[in-house]
């Protein structure tokens, strides 16, 4: 088990125990965005393969490995191929420009990760 992967079930770990923290609060606006967050990538006009794909590029473009990571198991689950994701990763590249390249190559040694069977896909929508 390499130091990297035990980082990726850490920080797993980590979210899904504050997630419930943080929802356990009386708070109703963290309540709501949560479940706003949720509600988003449920199948609509667009189906979830798709919503997926755009919170990729989103995440690629505002840099936010935890994000990204997130949103490549999610997409994986939901189907994306592996020449889909790497049109993805080119279109957050083009938009998000030249220092978009070390969250792509974090983004692809964990797509190559979660492909091997090294890593578990997050169960829960709460990303971030």
Sequence with gaps: ?????????????????????????????????FALDTQTYQPGALDVKTKELCGL????????????????????????????????FSVGLVVGGSIVIPH????????DRLEQGEVATPDAHEHG
């Design 104 to 111: 792509l190559r974090r983004a692809v040694d964990f797509l």
């Design 1 to 33: 088990m390499s130091s990297s992967d035990d980082r990726v079930r850490a920080f797993t770990e980590f979210r899904q125990r504050m997630n419930k923290r943080i929802l356990d609060e009386p708070n109703q606006v963290i309540r709501r965005f």
């Design 57 to 88: 590029v989103a995440s690629l473009v505002l840099r936010c490995d935890d994000c990204i990571s997130y949103h490549v198991a999610q997409c994986k689950d939901a189907g994306v191929s592996r020449e889909e994701m790497f049109e993805a």
